[in-house]
């Protein structure tokens, strides 16, 4: 062999095996971190002999003696599986990322302390029940006992030992109480209501008149979809079904803006575009066993591992003492379950979107801001944020009686002018009582103890839609939502007049809209509007989704009763639908308009599309890309980019209003002087545009052209899965997958028309709950049980999500049992 020849083989050689080295180093501290799912093990502050069996998807079902060794046992397997998860949310929530992380997360912590969750979670600990305190405080002693067994970086996650080798990652604290409860914060701040919309208003006025900016946000369509409460209104102080009603700052913002961007998201896309999620419940006199069916599939951020952890926490004898036998989703550093049922209801949530936050422009002077024509002393507390690899940086957090100051804590963002600051109140900033109504409902048996649980449940407010056993069925708004002395919550206001200020007391509880077995049977609910305001006061919110889905939803229920009655695979595809509910709207738009060149074979697509955008549709590919195009033709020339369009179904009302306007100005494109283009000219260069695009990305027939290759979930880990170094995200992250839906369709993909095409929001989960055999229940998480990268476990129920499948959701005894894969006994 030539002498270059055997050096090159020589050098191979040497890297193939360091190659074979490297990777049993990384499989040997893989599995390391791998948790023990069979035999047994000493917890020490049991009561008890715990079991815990796992199918073969590693879903646990524990099974305790008492409540305490129940909810101890949840936190031991929740750090077994999702310690890393649990770890990175605790120090996203306090402001302590960069200690992780270095200097890369400063912003993301100086915004999360200026909001001050961990704040608001120490105060909120104390005022919770003490039954609550105590299942808290048992699940910490199940994590701690979880930490104390694996004392070394490389037996907790893969992720420590990454964080390892760039200097970070440290060793980790004991758990607390507050470390739970501050992550309920999280999930308040990503189903937040309109604080981006109102800054959206704000700042695109500062281009455009207030009316045209109002154009922007078309009132709800009661017209055309209906709200989730058809009936009742506010009598005698309370919500009575069967009533009915009597008819009747620039820069400071755009500071703000930022950092309310550095906030990170936790359970929700970073643009919030694709955020929602859908719930409904049919009686049993329409489905085929005779008792209610409860179908619910929350839309949140497409995350590796899903921010969802499936189990059942099972009391082998329910008593007073320890009452729980529920099975559901749970949150990974939260005992109890958020989303299932119980032995006898079951329940599911969708966002309410009630305003509970808003914007105060104020007048600061040095330590000082104006209120009633007074100057107030500003209240002050100085975070030191610690830098792994780097300095503690210190920040100054300021505060009006309305809140902390936003726009302050992102550098080059210093405000002038007469209002020269923005501070937000938001109810999530004063101590609830949520984490009471998780335990609440987990041991909830009926419609009035299950009213009563939601009556605790203060942020984030949720639609939630109930069934039982015994046939009934119902809805429930709760939460804690300001009245409000004027204004209407939409627009920024002037703090320094004190008329917009916040009443004392919120809406009281028993005055939230509320239904019981309707007339129709059935209750859907999809981040529509609650109740037509002309039956209902006070003011709820003027942000709502705007019914698309709520009423696709509808539409399916009645088609499918059409046929008789329904049973779980009904539901089950009413979840996968992925029609466009707009393409009624445009597509007839888009076939008027005379167009000429290769366009118009791509057009012809749509002719005989059946509106569905599965992942194999070239038409859903073609319509899609028209509305991206449309979109940024018609309102990125008008809008500051931080209120561009981002897609779904507000731009749904605006351009169906615009389609009857051939000329209004929104359709002029301002950076073409010399040329004023009208609706047929912005709706022409969109399809020409559109088929450009996809002829370079997909070639130029387009009939080989598929959506699925556009619009593709890749799943990103919430943490590593963005360092920006390919070998690192490489082991985290995985897909991509071709998917079909779409932002507003019922299977509610969500994706940014600013970025491109790719997946930013999906259903995070899905569940069918059978209450006539609760074993009949059907559910799928959008990963998996695990996050321990490379375990059978990480992403083994993607495909199935994928498909649209759902995996058997068992909860009695014996179904466990004999679907168990691993037993693990745990010991006093």
């Known amino acids: 062999m030539p002498w270059p020849l055997r050096w090159a083989a020589r050098v191979l050689t040497v890297l193939l095996a360091l190659a074979l080295v490297l990777t049993g180093v990384v499989v040997y501290t893989v599995r ?13 502050g049991l009561a008890g002999t715990v079991e815990i069996y796992r199918d073969k998807s590693g879903i646990p079902h524990i099974y305790a003696d008492s409540a305490a060794d129940l909810f101890m046992a949840q936190g031991f397997v929740h750090a077994q599986d999702r310690f ?6 605790r120090h996203m929530t306090a402001g302590r990322l960069s200690e992780l992380f270095g200097a890369s997360t400063l912003d993301n912590d100086k915004a999360l302390r200026t909001m001050g969750w961990r704040r608001v979670a120490e105060q909120e600990v104390p005022e919770l029940a003490q039954d609550t305190q105590n299942y808290l405080n048992a699940y910490a002693k199940g994590v701690n006992a979880w930490i104390s067994a694996n004392p070394n970086a490389s037996d907790r996650s893969l992720e420590y030992s990454v964080l390892k080798l760039q200097g970070g990652g440290g060793t980790p604290e004991k758990w607390t109480a507050v470390d739970s409860v501050a992550w309920l914060k999280a999930m308040a701040w990503d189903l937040r209501s309109n604080v981006e919309d109102e800054i959206d208003r704000a700042l695109a006025a500062t281009k455009l008149p207030r009316e045209r900016v109002e154009q922007l946000y078309p009132g709800y369509p009661y017209d055309r979809h209906l709200p989730i409460v058809n009936e009742g209104t506010v009598r005698q102080g309370r919500f009575d079904q069967r009533a009915e009603p009597r008819l009747r700052a620039g820069r400071a913002l755009q500071a703000a803006a930022d950092t309310l961007d550095a906030v990170p998201s936790t359970m929700g896309a970073a643009d919030r575009s694709g955020i929602g999620s859908n719930s409904w419940v049919v009686s049993g006199e329409h489905t085929k066993s005779g008792k209610p069916l409860l179908a619910n599939d929350p839309h949140l951020s497409a995350q590796m591992p899903s921010v969802w952890y499936q189990a059942g926490l099972h009391c082998r004898k329910v008593s007073e003492a320890c009452p729980y036998d529920v099975t559901g ?10 989303i299932g049922h119980t032995d006898r209801i079951a329940w599911g949530f969708t966002n309410l979107g009630p305003d509970v936050a808003d914007l105060f422009l104020e007048q600061v002077d040095g330590d000082t801001y104006l209120y009633k024509n007074s100057r107030l002393p500003l209240e002050t507390r100085q975070e030191k944020i610690k830098v792994a690899g780097g300095k503690t940086v210190t920040i100054t957090v300021r505060s009006t009686r309305h809140g902390p100051l936003i726009n302050e804590v992102i550098p080059g963002a210093r405000p002038s002018g007469e209002a020269n600051a923005v501070a937000l109140q938001w109810t999530a900033l004063t101590p609830g009582r949520t984490a009471d109504a998780v335990f609440a409902l987990n041991k909830a048996g009926d419609w009035s103890e299950f009213k009563a649980a939601a009556a605790l449940f203060d942020v984030p407010a949720q639609n ?27 627009w920024p206001v002037p703090g320094w007049t004190g008329e917009y200020d916040w009443n004392t007391a919120p809406i009281p509880y028993d005055q939230l809209p509320s239904v019981e077995d309707p007339a129709d049977g059935f209750i859907v609910t999809a981040n529509n509007a609650v109740i037509d305001p002309s039956r209902y006061q006070p003011l709820l919110t003027m942000d709502w989704s705007y019914g698309y889905r709520s009423e696709r939803i509808r539409t399916l229920i009645k088609e499918a009763l059409e046929k008789g009655p329904i049973d779980s695979a009904a539901m089950s595809r009413i979840q ?14 888009l076939l008027q308009v005379d167009l000429a060149g ?10 005989t599309w059946d509106r569905a955008q599965t992942p194999d549709s070239a038409a859903a590919a073609y319509f899609n890309a028209v509305w991206r195009h449309l979109l940024t033709l018609t309102f990125d020339d008008d809008l500051p980019e931080s209120a561009r369009p981002t897609g779904g179904d507000r731009w749904y009302e605006v351009v169906r209003r ?3 306007a051939p000329e209004d100005p929104f359709w002029d494109d301002v950076t073409t002087r010399e040329i004023t283009e009208t609706r047929d000219d912005i709706l022409r260069q969109a399809m020409a545009s559109a088929h450009q695009e996809l002829a370079d990305r997909l070639g130029a027939d387009v009939k080989a052209w598929r959506w699925g290759d556009l619009h593709q979930l890749e799943l990103v880990n919430g943490s590593l899965g963005t360092s920006g170094i390919a070998a690192v995200e490489a082991l985290f992250n995985r897909g991509p997958l071709p998917v079909g839906g779409s932002k507003d369709a019922v299977d509610a993909t969500g994706w940014n028309v600013q970025n491109g095409y790719a997946i930013t929001a999906v259903p995070s989960m899905r569940m069918v709950v059978d209450l006539s055999d609760l074993d009949l229940s059907r559910w799928v998480n959008l990963t998996g049980a695990s996050g321990h990268a490379f375990h059978e476990n990480y992403w083994d129920q993607t495909q199935a999500w ?27």
């Open 32 to 44: 390391k971190s791998f948790p023990q799912v069979d035999g047994s093990l000493r917890l020490p």
């Open 84 to 89: 890393f998860e649990m770890d990175f949310r």
């Open 329 to 338: 989703y749970t949150f990974s550093g939260m005992p109890g379950v958020i």
């Open 464 to 490: 939630l839609v109930y069934a039982d056993t015994s046939g009934k069925i119902g809805y429930q708004a709760p939460g804690r939502i300001p009245v409000r002395t004027n204004g209407d919550g939409t």
């Open 576 to 589: 996968q639908d992925t029609h466009n509910g707009f393409a009624e709207t445009l597509v007839p738009a």
């Open 598 to 607: 290769p366009s118009v074979q791509a057009r012809d697509l749509l002719r």
């Open 658 to 660: 615009l389609l009857e």
């Open 802 to 828: 994928a498909r649209g499948d759902l995996l058997p959701m068992y909860s009695s005894p014996e179904a466990v049992k004999k679907a168990a894969r691993h037993t693990l006994r745990l010991n006093p």
